[in-house]
């Protein structure tokens, strides 16, 4: 469940943690704006679509075992959204970058 907001950046810039190049920022935004009804499509349907067996299993079986706790437990993951989940994800990683550095 890779962020599509995510990759549409990344046709435009391979790496972000390679800086941006501001001589043509300006007309990668205009492209990535020009996104935003496809970006926002996609995270309505994310939000409208609920956490099955099968996405809850993949994230237990492809994530850091801590980390697929720690976005497992809680609130019965079969009822949030897939949104959701993916903000949960986000958080914990964010969360373990920060108690690393």
């Avoid at 079969?78 to 920060?98: C, D, F, G, P, V």
Wanted: aromatic share 8%; glycine share 2%; charged share 30%.
């Amino acid at each position: 469940m890779e962020c599509f907001f995510g990759r549409v950046i990344k046709q435009y810039y391979a790496k972000h943690t390679s800086g941006f190049e501001l001589d043509d920022l300006h007309e990668v935004l205009h492209k990535v704006h020009d996104q935003f009804p496809t970006i926002k499509s996609r995270i309505m349907q994310l939000n409208s679509t609920p956490v099955d067996k099968t996405i809850a299993e993949k994230v237990e079986r492809d994530l850091d075992k801590r980390l697929a706790a720690e976005v497992l437990t809680g609130q019965d993951i079969l009822h949030i959204s897939q949104w959701a989940l993916n903000n949960r994800i986000t958080y914990e990683i964010n969360y373990q970058k920060e108690i690393n550095n």
